[in-house]
């Protein structure tokens, strides 16, 4: 099986899981950083997992456009998803719902929230001042779910 993870991270908690999640999965796994990697082809890919984090209640742009200019091309392949947020439960899985098109969320073999983190130190003043303000959160916070990668890394790897 050779895997590809098309991803986004901007201050690296989705990278972070990325890692985890290929050290879990079976066969070859390449990983591929929209935001370093323009000319990504997928066909040569028997699965593709594609992710990043939420911004502002959205996917990042990269992925979005992404999936958007290959969305044929995906419904093609086995496809699984992941978002990272801070957001648990109902919200985080609304979020993963809207991040997608509906088509691609309906063809996933799999789809996780991985949770995530707000590591301060990393992050622009601007985006710091808001985390801090809706988390009320005055020191680093990660919450990354390590189950919920287990549960994506099974799933890829038994389909």
Do not use: P
Not at 25 to 35: E, F, I, Q, S, T
Not at 44 to 53: A, E, R
Not at 103 to 120: N, R, T, V
């Amino acid at each position: 099986m050779k895997v590809i993870i098309i991803y986004v991270s901007k201050y690296g908690c989705a990278e972070k899981c990325v890692k985890k999640l290929a050290e879990k999965l079976d066969g070859a796994v390449d990983l591929c950083n929209l935001k370093s990697e323009n000319n990504v082809e997928i066909w040569h890919y028997d699965t593709v997992i594609i992710g990043g984090s939420i911004y502002m209640s959205s996917m990042q742009k990269e992925i979005t456009a992404f999936c958007t200019q290959n969305e044929n091309a995906l419904k093609e392949k086995k496809v699984a998803l992941f978002t990272c947020g801070m957001r648990d439960g109902s919200m985080a899985e609304e979020q993963l719902n809207n991040a997608f098109s509906k088509s691609l969320i309906e063809a996933a073999i799999a789809k996780e929230c991985f949770g995530g983190e707000f590591i301060f130190g990393k992050m622009k003043f601007i985006d710091r001042l808001i985390a801090k303000k809706v988390s009320g959160a005055k020191e680093d916070i990660s919450n990354i779910l390590e189950e919920n990668i287990d549960k994506l890394a099974q799933a890829v790897n038994t389909n």
